[in-house]
């Protein structure tokens, strides 16, 4: 069983920063991509951020400049210091995992619970 633990969200006032973490635990056989995704309120979700293995990222043209995505392979852990925080930035943000188990023969892709994030004007 694998679980995606975040932890950072919170509430800001609009110019703050914020770190958001996610910890992967279980039987994980190595971790390929890994990312971040918000959901705004009444919006679908959308892509935030993602860094792969090799640290190849990526970032929807809304964050770039302003966050910035990192991963700590020793702890399976991504980061994602938001910077600069705006009111559209408001949402509910999930991590997301691509990884290998069961010896790397199984690839499954998982979701961490939420963190919300506020930013108030």
């Known amino acids: 069983q694998v679980q995606l633990v975040e932890s950072g969200g919170g509430l800001v006032q609009a110019g703050g920063s914020l770190r958001l973490s996610c910890a992967a635990s279980?039987?994980?056989?190595?971790?390929?991509?890994m990312g971040w995704y918000r959901q705004p309120p009444g919006k679908q979700r959308e892509l935030v951020a993602t860094?792969?293995?090799?640290?190849?990222?990526n970032y929807v043209d809304s964050a770039k400049g302003r966050f910035t995505i990192s991963r700590d392979n020793a702890k399976n852990t991504v980061y994602l210091q938001m910077s600069s925080l705006k009111p559209e930035d408001t949402a509910v943000y999930y991590c997301?995992?691509?990884?290998?188990?069961?010896?790397?023969?199984?690839?499954?892709?998982?979701w961490g619970q939420g963190t919300q994030v506020t930013v108030s004007s």
């Open positions: 997301n995992a691509d990884l290998y188990l069961h010896y790397g023969l199984i690839r499954k892709n998982y």
């Open positions: 860094i792969t293995s090799g640290d190849n990222t």
């Open positions: 279980g039987s994980i056989s190595s971790i390929n991509a």
